[in-house]
Each structure stands twice: as C-alpha cells, then as structure tokens.
T-cell receptor
Framework: GIQVEQSPPDLILQEGANSTLRCNFSDSVNNLQWFHQNPWGQLINLFYIPSGTKQNGRLSATTVATERYSLLYISSSQTTDSGVYFCARGISGGSNYKLTFGKGTLLTVNP | NAGVMQNPRHLVRRRGQEARLRCSPM?????VYWYRQLPEEGLKFMVYLQKENIIDESGMPKERFSAEFPKEGPSILRIQQVVRGDSAAYFC????????????FGNGTRLTVT
C-alpha cells in the first residue's frame, strides 16, 4: 500500500536550535503537504510542496520527487514550534485529493 | 473569520444517540473533506464532497455514517447510533481545487461517546 514514513518519531530541542524532519514516500507524488498540529490540536497547513523548495519565515521545505522524499527545516526553533509535524501525500492517479498521512514527528522545544 | 469553521468544538453523546458535526469551508472553497483522528492513529480520510455531490466516500464506515454538503449551508457529518469506538477527533478541511492546492483544516470536533 501507500507508505508515508516520517523520521525521527520524536525530537527534543532547546530553543534556538535548528532541525530537519524527513518524509519518505513509496511512490511518485504530485500532492505533498506538511502540517503542524499544535498542542491544542489545531492543524495548520505549512506547505503544499509536490516538488522544489519553498520558504516561509523560519520554515522551509524541499521535496525531491524523483528520490521520493521531502524535508522540513525549522531554524531558530521557538517553544511555539512544539507539536506534531505531519507529512501527507496524495494517492497517485485519479484520487490525488485523498491524503495519506504519516505518523508524524513529535517536536518538543524547551525554553 | 475566513478559515474553516467547525462546530461544535466538543460533543458528548451516549451510546445509541446521534452525532451531527458541522463544517463551513473557507470562503471561495467548494471542496470539502472529512478526516478522523483516533488516539494513537494518524489522520484517516473519510469522505470528499462538493456542493450537493459525494465525490468519494471510500473512507467512511459502511454503516451509521453519512455526509452531505447541501447547496445552502454547511457540510454535515452524521453518525447514527454512536458507539464508544466512534470517540475521536473529526476534522473538516477545504481546498480551492480538488488536487493541486493546499488543504486547510478546521479546529476539529472532539466526539466523546459515554
């Protein structure tokens, strides 16, 4: 079946540190998105990034579709970055709208 | 508020009752999705709707669950005769197009079945 594997599963950082989260997927993709679920359960879309590189403030993401992975970079982390980061990809073909989520990376940023 | 609006935020139902969850998509969005997040599990796709049409309900349990997105008003996810296993967070999302635009989620409805 469709696989979305995220690593690491857990990550603890001191405020100010940088981090890289990885998402591997098992098939070609043309719908790849990153989300942040904060401790209150809200899901925020960070990036729609089926290929290439995007940046938004301290966050940036790169997807290398030919090698089937995507990376999320967090620089100068803040306590408000804590939460779970999900990678999600669309199913190839006609059901591309249907996202399959990875299990997430639980990030804890300590002051 | 231009975001995806879901209500109620929390819903408690006794076994056998009905649960109705509502969702208004972002302004300008006509594609609506429902996802379920169970404890210790990731988010799972349930259903994809456009106005007055169910496009894909392959993730919906075959019984007791139904969804609609009428011409007027919010999308509704309806769970009849709830059981304890239905306790979960139900998220609604919307997008501008079906396949090549970001998905924006509401704050979710936490359903607890007692």
């Amino acid at each position: 079946g469709i696989q979305v594997e995220q690593s690491p599963p857990d990550l603890i950082l001191q405020e100010g540190a940088n981090s890289t989260l990885r998402c591997n997927f098992s098939d070609s993709v043309n719908n790849l998105q990153w989300f942040h679920q904060n401790p209150w359960g809200q899901l925020i879309n960070l990036f729609y990034i089926p290929s290439g590189t995007k940046q938004n403030g301290r966050l940036s993401a790169t997807t290398v579709a030919t090698e089937r992975y995507s990376l999320l970079y967090i620089s100068s982390s803040q306590t408000t970055d804590s939460g779970v980061y999900f990678c999600a990809r669309g199913i190839s073909g006609g059901s591309n709208y249907k996202l399959t989520f990875g299990k997430g990376t639980l990030l804890t940023v300590n002051p | 508020n231009a975001g995806v609006m879901q209500n109620p935020r929390h819903l408690v139902r006794r076994r056998g009752q009905e649960a109705r969850l509502r969702c208004s998509p972002m302004k300008g969005h006509s594609h609506v999705y429902w996802y379920r997040q169970l404890p210790e599990e990731g988010l799972k796709f349930m259903v994809y709707l456009q106005k007055e049409n169910i496009i894909d309900e392959s993730g919906m349990p075959k019984e007791r669950f139904s969804a609609e997105f009428p011409k007027e008003g919010p999308s509704i996810l309806r769970i009849q005769q709830v059981v304890r296993g239905d306790s979960a967070a139900y998220f609604c999302a919307s997008s501008l197009t079906g396949t090549d635009s970001p998905l924006h989620f509401g704050n979710g409805t936490r359903l607890t079945v007692t």
